[in-house]
């Protein structure tokens, strides 16, 4: 019965995620009436909008929404997010309109993360109309800041108590319940008089796919430019850094400043081994270094590492500090969280594996992630499931670079894991 309720409200549930894609949601700290910018308040409120038609209580606290299902001494959490990345460049697609083609809805957020978002909201609806009510106090909660430091979830759960259990589907399947650390930072740089301007990327968890810098050499302004290819900053190689290869050139034509050939010779590697920063786990392998945006005309780039394996943030510090006295630049600390694991032996995980294995028939393995996602702030029984079996197949596509797609069956097929998976567990 659930599926046929799921399956006969795709159409309503793409036209809510329509109607959250056209709002633009790029995060900012703006300190003002919005928390967030007016565009990420704009989208909570057109969540909550929805979430309310459909029956459910919901409120938008400013840095989050809370959407309301079932009652009970124990609480669950299930994390999404409205905030995107900025669109960037490359896109053959309207970024901010939802465009259905093929079996793929397209769009910035279709994946991550409003697709997620509206997919568990209806799955909240597929058992309210079959009759379902958890015995629980289940929490449907929707982010302002997840691509920005995250400090949403941390306020709502200082307010109202960490869950019991936690969910966030901003991953894939079956169970990644490893995710690496991160450090994430400025290095703030002064002004050279070779270079004029200096400037890439649009987000620092982010591979650049575009930087142009306009210089002085052989007394005459030189205009460069340089185009790669965007990827997530958890998985730099995919990428090709347009920051880092315009530095190695302007380097190459005689423009060797302390920006030049710090970039170039101590943040060129995927893996943080010219720092000496280089780590390695048993579940996620190396660590990762990438330098997603860079403004000569406010003086910085960014630093964004995924640490594989536990490591001390005072030796990170200390590394990026030293180097920064030897370059005269500047360290600004903005994020640094730890590397975290959930045992599998945590009865939680022994009931959500095994409500997986039922719901899908396969095997419920424990994964690792190098990306970061709200499971890191759900206290000690949060993981990341779902939304997807692979980001690399054909279930979806654009992650943090254009054309961002997920299949309308994806989005289905995690309506349908998640409503079964509250069911068995929670109703």
């Known amino acids: 019965m659930l599926d046929k309720i799921i399956e006969n409200n795709t159409d309503e549930m793409i036209s809510a995620l329509g109607r959250l894609i056209a709002i633009p949601s790029v995060s900012k700290k703006n300190h003002d009436e919005y928390i967030y910018g007016k565009d990420v308040n704009d989208a909570l409120e057109e969540a909550v909008k929805t979430a309310q038609e459909l029956g459910f209580e919901a409120k938008n606290f ?24 900025p669109a960037g460049p490359g896109w053959t697609k309207q970024p901010f309109c939802l465009t259905q083609e093929n079996g793929c809805l397209y769009g910035r957020g279709v994946l991550d993360n409003k697709g997620s978002a509206m997919a568990v909201l209806f799955a909240f609806k597929a058992l309210k109309d079959a009759g379902y009510i958890p015995t629980v106090s289940l ?3 929707l982010g302002g800041a997840e691509e920005t430091g995250m400090d949403d979830i941390p306020w709502y759960t200082s307010e109202f108590g960490f869950p019991d259990c936690g969910l966030t589907p901003d991953s894939i399947f079956p169970i990644v319940n490893t995710e690496a650390g991160m450090f994430s930072g400025k290095m703030k740089f002064k002004k050279s008089k070779s270079i004029i301007s200096f400037n890439g990327g649009t987000v620092s968890n982010a591979v650049p796919a575009e930087a142009e810098a306009t210089v002085i050499i052989n007394n005459e302004i030189k205009h460069f430019s340089e185009h790669g290819k965007n990827a997530h900053a958890s998985v730099p190689w995919k990428g090709i850094n347009a920051i880092i290869n315009l530095a190695k050139k302007l380097k190459a034509i005689g423009i060797n400043d302390n920006l030049t050939d710090a970039l170039s010779t101590f943040f060129s590697d995927h893996y943080a081994e010219a720092l000496g920063l280089d780590g390695r786990g048993d579940i996620l392998g190396k660590t990762t270094l990438n330098v997603g945006v860079i403004d000569s005309d406010k003086g910085f780039f960014t630093i964004d590492m995924r640490l594989a394996c536990p490591t001390s943030e005072n030796r990170i510090i200390e590394r990026f500090t030293n180097l920064a006295k030897e370059y005269d630049f500047e360290l600004e600390v903005e994020k640094s969280v730890p590397f975290t694991h959930v045992s599998p032996d945590n009865p939680f995980m ?10 899908t028939g396969r095997n419920p393995e ?3 992630s190098c990306g970061l996602t709200y499971a890191k702030t759900l206290g000690k029984n949060g993981v990341a499931f779902g939304p997807v079996f692979s980001e690399e197949g054909s279930e979806c596509g654009g992650l943090h670079s254009c054309d961002e797609f997920v299949t309308i069956d994806t989005l289905i097929n995690l309506q349908k894991i998640y409503a079964k998976t509250i069911l068995r567990l929670w109703c």
């Open 350 to 359: 022994r009931d959500l594996s095994e409500a997986f294995s039922q719901i």
């Open 139 to 141: 929490k449907l909660l």
């Open 366 to 368: 424990f994964l690792g």
């Open 62 to 85: 400013g840095r989050l929404a809370e959407i309301s299902f079932g009652t009970g001494d124990k609480k669950v959490y299930i994390a999404c997010h409205v905030d995107v990345v």
